[in-house]
């Protein structure tokens, strides 16, 4: 076998995973790119939602996730003032999923269970240490550059997928714009092994706490708790990152409770943007590489994990010839219009909502949650069971 009868992937994360594991399923070989020297264990994402998990199912990677993770049938809103305002159920959406909940795990366990599963499969190769530099192009193919242990080397492959993350070299080597805005806010992550059910009644472990200046989420992970707290733009990051600092927002969730044991305290940047175009030629971008959006309902990810699987499909039915090539414009239109009309709308929309006083929220929530109907449309939008439906549609429409 040649180099060039392979597909390249730019990244080794959950969605470069997700899609090397479908080609690899699908019989297609693939060699992955990726510059650390080992899978990243830095801590992201942690939910899964439903339809994700249906997907990983079909990669055999849905079961040893869960087994490390922690199901979340429930999520809430609260405002500071006035405690919960709502509660929903997956379980109202049962018969759209086979997993009606949410899957509270972090990332680098995807990533570990794929890559164990993978890297003894034939047809799957991963180099690490090997950072791709530059892309080129020509009809039967395209070559990337890396640097591998401090060597320049090329790669030729049929197609390249590039899921190298949000400061993507694979998009700028192809001169792919990524238009949108940076949020003059930032997010400071703090997890703590603190037991919050103890102090807090009626708390779910996915917890949304609507308040115009000070919103946050609780969020539950096996031994932790993530929560997320707006960092206003006059903080300067190395104030935003002392332990005193993360000790007062801390303090402001149960009264009377300071000191906590903290075990990471992370502070990130917030962006929504999204890529001109997710296919050039043969080369094609997913997840973070192709958007980027605020974490509020964990659709980043999850979106990536759902560009992986569209586009995979698509390139194992032309790489056997079962469909044409014409066929992989569809994962342009498909994902990127769901990722402009969908996921960077309602991320935005979540973050208004958090930074609203909460009065107009209940309403609207109550208004949800006293139809049942409503209810099962709200919740198969927030499972982003509704963004895959409208990808199809959007396959199926005239262009
Ligand atoms: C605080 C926070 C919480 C979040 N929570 C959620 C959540 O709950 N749910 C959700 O869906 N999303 C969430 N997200 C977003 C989520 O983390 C990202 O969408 C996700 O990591 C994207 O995966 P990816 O594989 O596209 O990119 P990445 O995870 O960034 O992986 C890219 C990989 O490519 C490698 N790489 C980079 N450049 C090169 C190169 N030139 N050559 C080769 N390799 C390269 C990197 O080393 C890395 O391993 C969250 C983000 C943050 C910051």
């Known amino acids: 076998m040649t180099s060039d009868e392979r597909v390249l992937i730019a990244g080794a994360g959950p969605v470069g995973l997700a899609a090397a594991a479908n080609l690899v399923r699908n019989g297609v070989p693939v060699t992955v790119f990726e510059a650390g020297t080992d899978l990243s264990t830095e801590s992201r994402a942690s939910t899964f939602h439903p339809p994700t998990l249906d997907m990983l199912d079909t990669l055999g990677a849905a079961k040893p996730l869960?087994?490390?993770?922690l199901?979340?049938?429930k999520f809430q809103y609260r405002t500071l003032r006035h405690g919960i305002l709502a509660q929903f159920d997956f379980s109202a959406i049962a018969d759209a999923t086979a997993h009606p909940y949410r899957l509270q795990c972090e990332q680098s366990r995807l990533t570990r269970i794929l890559y164990e599963q993978l890297r003894t499969q034939p047809g799957f190769e991963l180099q690490f240490n090997s950072s791709v530099e530059r892309v080129s192009q020509n009809d039967s193919g395209v070559t990337v550059t890396t640097k591998r242990n401090g060597n320049t080397e090329t790669r030729t492959g049929r197609f390249l997928v590039g899921a190298d993350g949000a400061r993507s070299d694979v998009r700028r080597s192809l001169g792919i714009d990524f238009d949108g805005f940076t949020w003059p806010d930032r997010f400071l992550v703090v997890s703590t092994p603190f037991d919050f059910y103890r102090e807090i009644?009626?708390?779910a472990p996915v917890s949304y706490v609507a308040d115009p200046q000070r919103w946050r989420f609780l969020l539950q992970i096996p031994g932790l708790w993530r929560v997320m707290f707006p960092v206003a733009e006059n903080e300067s990051d190395e104030l935003a990152l002392t332990p005193d600092f993360a000790q007062s927002l801390?303090?402001?969730i149960v009264p009377g409770i300071t000191n906590y044991e903290i075990a990471h305290t992370t502070l990130y940047k917030v962006h929504q943007r999204v890529a001109k175009t997710m296919r050039l030629g043969n080369a094609f971008l997913v997840g973070d590489a192709a958007h980027i959006n605020n974490p509020l309902g964990g659709m980043g990810m999850n979106?990536?994990?759902h560009d992986a699987m569209?586009?995979?499909a698509r390139l194992a039915d032309v790489w056997h010839g079962r469909a044409s090539e014409a066929e992989l414009d569809l994962y342009d239109r498909e994902r990127r219009l769901?990722?402009?009309?969908y996921i960077d709308q309602q991320t935005i929309q979540n973050k208004r909502n958090l930074e609203s006083d909460g009065v107009a929220f209940k309403t609207h929530l109550d208004s949800i949650a006293a139809d049942p109907q409503r209810t099962r449309d709200y919740l198969m939008r927030v499972s982003m069971i509704t963004s895959l439906k409208r990808a199809k549609e959007l396959g199926t429409a005239p262009a």
């Open 66 to 69: 869960i087994a490390q993770g």
């Open 71 to 73: 199901p979340a049938p």
């Open 310 to 312: 569209n586009v995979t």
């Open 338 to 341: 769901v990722t402009l009309e």
């Open 250 to 252: 801390m303090a402001t």
């Open 303 to 305: 979106g990536g994990i």
């Open 201 to 203: 009644e009626g708390l």
